[in-house]
């Protein structure tokens, strides 16, 4: 390897697996936002609101985090493409 090299296929492959961990977590956010936001709610009695509430911010959080994976992923291959 070059000293010049930065690993950015590394730094690629690493966000690559990041994706795919946040794509797991989309689809499976019903069961993924009762474990984190519930709890929350223990105090109290929750409806269908809460629930769904709970839900949507979770595939929310989850899509806006894929989506910055996905652009630090383009920043990487362009990076990638660039020095080649």
Do not use: W
Not at 21 to 49: M, Q
Not at 56 to 61: C, E, K, M
């Amino acid at each position: 390897m070059n000293k010049k090299d930065d690993n950015t296929i590394t730094y690629i492959a690493y966000k690559v697996m990041i994706l795919l961990i946040l794509l797991i977590c989309i689809f499976n956010a019903s069961a993924i936002s009762r474990i984190i936001f519930l709890p929350h709610y223990s105090e109290i009695e929750y409806g269908d609101f809460t629930i769904i509430t709970s839900y949507i911010t979770a595939q929310i959080l989850f899509s806006l985090l894929s989506v910055l994976d996905i652009g630090l992923i383009v920043v990487d291959y362009l990076n990638l493409s660039k020095n080649s």
